[in-house]
């Protein structure tokens, strides 16, 4: 046991710090499909690819779970699960760039364009269709910060904690 583990004793499961990743990561991600089933927030693909960040986390953090005692493969999986937690933070400033008119987004961000030289019926099939949302839309936000801020706050805070437990969670 090192002296750090010692003077921790919270640190001294190694299951816990991948634990704590996945439930990070299963909450984030509940948060976000309860925002968009049940809140009716539609994502963009901006909002969709934020979530993989948290998918790479979560899968991080499972992999955790079962190298556990497994002391420095554990601290890796730990600092890579840091780094999918900067990626999203990058993913999700980028977004509020793109909330925020700085720059253009992706060109997936923009709403389809409409053929109006399209046959009526065709052109009834484009309008009825459900369009996805748009990246440079805000559709929630609290205190001025949307939800693509409160990501990047989140997932940096969640960089800085892996990175932290990372230096203390016990080895054998």
Not at 16 to 33: E, T
Not at 61 to 86: D, E, H, M, T
Not at 98 to 106: F, I, K
Request: hydrophobic share 55%; proline share 5%.
């Amino acid at each position: 046991m090192s002296a750090i583990a010692e003077a921790n004793p919270l640190f001294e499961n190694p299951r816990l710090v991948p634990g704590v990743i996945v439930a990070v990561c299963v909450g984030a991600l509940g948060s976000a499909l309860a925002s968009e089933y049940w809140g009716g927030l539609d994502p963009c693909v901006l909002c969709i690819y934020q979530r993989f960040a948290y998918v790479g986390a979560m899968t991080l953090g499972l992999a955790g779970l079962i190298l556990a005692p497994q002391g420095k493969a554990l601290k890796v999986l730990i600092l890579l699960a840091a780094l999918a937690f900067l990626a999203g933070a990058g993913i999700a400033m980028f977004h509020v760039g793109v909330e925020q008119h700085w720059w253009r987004g992706t060109e997936s961000c923009h709403a389809v364009a409409i053929d109006f030289n399209a046959p009526v019926s065709d052109l009834r099939e484009q309008l009825l269709a459900k369009q996805p949302a748009t990246c440079d839309s805000i559709p929630w936000s609290f205190a001025g910060i949307s939800i693509a801020g409160f990501n990047v706050i989140a997932s940096l805070l969640f960089a800085a904690g892996c990175v932290w437990a990372s230096r203390r969670v016990a080895t054998p």
